[in-house]
């Protein structure tokens, strides 16, 4: 209160000071007008009354020059006239003094000498007690000399009254304003700051003494909008800390060992003994998008290796090195290429690589996605091997095996995470120039058998790269096995099948399955900053924009990519339309589809012919108000596809081929009302540690359609049992365990053991 007080003084010291100078300077101008005005009137009478008084003063006519004297005196403010000679003796005046003034000889005298010594009229201001006169003078001549002087007293109090009034008035508008002013301040200040104020101090307080604090909505505050965003970081954070703690203690309690990112954080900073984590990927976790002329926008690109990395560098801190792909990337990097991430709450750093368009095309779209990627994943599609592609896939590596050797300069033996088949050369270019770096390449996508992956022609190449690496891991034991049968095929190496490791020229490398998970942090508290998981199981308001009703949803998340099984799913729900009658009107499947690798001529012909597909289906069974599919194509935020996930009955997961699938288990980690079904095809990683899934095989479009309608008529008591068994798995399997694990396994390489590439 003390400083609104004071806020308010000085406001209302300041407008009232300021508002007197304007009413000083006002009435100072008027003052000056009124002057200029008074004297011209005086000026213009006193020339009249010369032309008339010189002639009978010239003819020493006394009558006539008294009756003109008498006339003029007392008229309007002409108060008295006064005609001298040249030696001061009084010639003729006015016949009464005005009321209240003595002629003192002192009031004629200044006049009457600058008269003489000008020979021109000569006028001033005379205060004469309260009272104001203009006194002018001028001197009448008698054949053209001077002969006398004559002088008017001509009253000017009018202007003293006038400018009096003035100052009044402006002094009294001055009172009115500042009152209203402060007035006005006060309840700005009282709305705007002080009861803002004294809500976030309630709400702090709240938060420091851990009660369940009452929801601040921010943006109603839009003054404090930064200040209790970054405040509800920090309660966030204290928040996760606290239950962390809580975590922790009960875990050490019950003897569990879960993943925390506390704990891996713990288990990287012992392993690593303080080296830092560098981790490499094409894609980049936060791509910057120009979406207007001055406007940036920072997102999420929909991958499965983005979301599982994220947390782990949240939880470890380190490097990421990855490729620039936003259009507004290289504005928001430093001079290093570099920028600090996440935006709101920087952890690690990024380090973005530009690669050329024309080198891309090679090397991304060219010999990843149309070479190894449908080489991997066996989806019949036909790889492309075109030997440019391939220039330009090592041209690339080589580009990233610079940055990570310039990332690394001065630490001896930095720890490396690559990641996926875009960098399979990597390894050995960097291994070649560091040797005693620890290196680990993790494959994020499937291991195709021998007799699959002869056919590429770089194939040998493909291995070395990959073996100059310490440590190589799959999702799944089963893709380990076809790649230690490549090598065991292709190479002339030694390998140790109870250790699963290759000796090569001297060099070993371990291979191992790492299945790769989400974040499913348990130190998530029940949250009383973030949303309410409650608010967002509501299909109504998610159907409604798009004018459809139905008792029961489906959802699919994916990249439009045909490796996905989604024309296979949409089949599905054609087959189930057909043959359960009962479920037409009443059950929408919703596809949450980000275009994906666009550029390539397979991926734009499937989404061709997945929207042909869709309208097909639609157009066979919709009626006014519903229709079985919803294809919504875009890139959907986390946030976003969340209310789906938590308001959908099943869940489809059908690819023809999946090295892990992060899909499934978003959704069933996202099921914390152990309700909905998850449907999942065989061919995904997941499908091994899943298993109370519905487990499909997607090319049996019968047997999806089965399992939706199973899914869908299944008791809750059956979701809820099948639901907590998943979600227990996603508990004890989650990202950090992969991390932890990953790690401590890089750091039982043996010095020496990465000398010879
Ligand atoms: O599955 C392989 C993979 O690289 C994932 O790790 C990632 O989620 C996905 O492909 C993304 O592909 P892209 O980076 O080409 O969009």
Known sequence: ???????????????????????????????????????????????????????????????????????????????????????????????????????????????????????AGYGRFVHRGRRLLYVYSLPLKANSKISDIMSFFYDADFIQVRVHKLWMESFLRSLVQVFLITIVTFFIILLNVMIPLRKITEWIREIRKGEPATKLDAANEPLFKPLTTEISRMARNLEMARFAAAEEARLRYSSEARWTPERLKEVVRRKLEGSPLFVVSNREPYMHIR?????????????????????????????????????????????????????????????????????????????????????????????????????????????????????????????????????????????????????????????????????????????????????????????????IESVDRFLESRIDYEHFTVNREGHTTWVKPFPISIGSNPAGPPSSLGHSPEGNRNKDALLKPYNIQARWMGVGVDRLDYTKGILERFRAIENLMESEEELRGKFTFVELGAPSRTMIPQYKDFVDELVREAARINDRFKVKGWQPILLLMKHHSHREI?????????????????????????????????????????????????????????????????AVKEAVFMSQDEQAERMSRMRRTIRDNNIYRWAGELVSQMTQVRPGEGQKV
């Open 1 to 119: 209160m003390k400083f609104t007080l004071r806020l308010i003084l000085s406001l209302g010291l300041i407008v009232g000071a300021v508002a007197l100078v304007f009413a000083y300077h006002q009435a100072r101008q008027e003052e000056d007008r009124l002057n200029a005005e008074l004297k011209v009137r005086v000026n213009v009478i006193a020339e009249s009354l010369r032309m008339l008084i010189e002639p009978p003063l010239t003819a020493g006519n006394t009558d006539f020059l008294k009756h003109v004297v008498d006339k003029f005196s007392g008229r309007g403010k002409l108060e008295w006239l006064d005609i001298r000679d040249l030696n001061d003796h009084p010639v003729i005046a006015s016949p009464r003094l005005p009321q209240g003034l003595t002629i003192a000889p002192d009031l004629l005298s200044k006049n009457i000498q600058e008269v003489r010594d000008t020979s």
């Open 291 to 483: 979406t207007a002329k001055d406007k940036i926008e920072c997102i999420i690109p929909a991958s499965g290796l983005v979301t599982a990395l994220e947390p782990v560098l949240n939880a470890c801190g380190g490097t990421w090195i990855a490729q620039g792909s936003g259009d507004a990337d290289r504005e928001t990097v430093d001079k290093n290429d570099r920028i600090r991430m996440p935006p709101e709450e920087p952890k690690y750093t990024l380090r973005r690589v530009w690669i050329t368009k024309e080198l891309n095309d090679g090397f991304y779209s060219g010999l990843s996605n149309e070479g190894l990627w449908p080489l991997c994943h066996i989806a019949h599609t036909r790889p492309q091997f075109r030997p440019k592609d391939w220039e330009d896939y090592k041209a690339v590596n080589e580009a990233f095996a610079q940055t990570v050797l310039q990332e690394t300069e001065g630490i001896p033996n930095p720890y490396i995470l690559i990641q996926d088949y875009h960098f399979a050369l990597l390894p050995r270019m960097v291994k070649a120039k560091k040797p005693h770096a620890k290196v680990a390449i993790f494959w994020h996508i499937p291991w195709p058998n021998p007799e699959s992956f002869g056919i590429c022609p770089w194939y040998k190449d493909i291995l070395k790269g990959m073996l100059a690496s310490d440590l190589v891991g799959f999702h799944t034991q089963f893709h380990c096995n076809n790649f």
């Open 642 to 706: 969340e209310p789906f996930y938590k308001a959908a009955d099943v869940c489809l997961v059908t690819s023809l081929h999946d090295g892990m699938n992060l899909v499934a288990k978003e959704f069933v980690w996202a099921r914390d009302d152990e309700q909905g079904v998850l449907i999942l095809s065989q061919f995904t990683g997941a499908a091994r540690e899943l298993k109370d899934a519905l487990i499909v095989n997607p090319y049996d479009i019968a047997q999806t359609s089965k």
